[in-house]
């Protein structure tokens, strides 16, 4: 069974940094693409980035573009979700999310991803 675990979610100010980390345990981590999604409050859930299994790939939302990288290390089993000069819009619960089926690509839609963690909370103060 496929678990993930997010951590590293806070409360911060503007302009400041967050690293967030998701455990993956189950599969073999490294033969999967994974994603990152966030819910803010009253809004529909959105795409924030995504890696392909292969790590070569990234793919980012236009508002996260420059600022928020994703990396993953296989030795570890976990994603990252490196956030810098946060705004008080990035305030969000964030999810990592795991690819359903093996060497996928860095996909935006939420429907590839078959895995969901329970989420982490980022604040972010003006």
């Known amino acids: 069974q496929v678990q993930l675990i997010e951590s590293g979610g806070g409360l911060v100010q503007a302009g400041g940094s967050l690293r967030l980390s998701c455990a993956a345990s189950?599969?073999?981590?490294?033969?999967?693409?994974m994603a990152w999604f966030r819910r803010a409050p009253g809004k529909e859930r959105e795409f924030v980035a995504a890696?392909?299994?292969?790590?070569?790939?990234?793919n980012y939302a236009d508002s996260v573009k420059g600022r928020f990288t994703i990396s993953t290390d296989n030795v570890k089993d976990t994603v990252y979700l490196q956030m810098n000069s946060l705004k008080s819009e990035d305030t969000a619960v964030y999810y990592c999310a795991a690819d359903a089926i093996e060497w996928g690509g860095a996909k935006s839609g939420s429907e590839y991803y078959d895995y969901w963690g329970q989420g982490t909370q980022v604040t972010v103060s003006a």
């Open positions: 890696i392909s299994a292969s790590g070569v790939n990234r």
């Open positions: 189950g599969r073999t981590f490294g033969n999967y693409a």
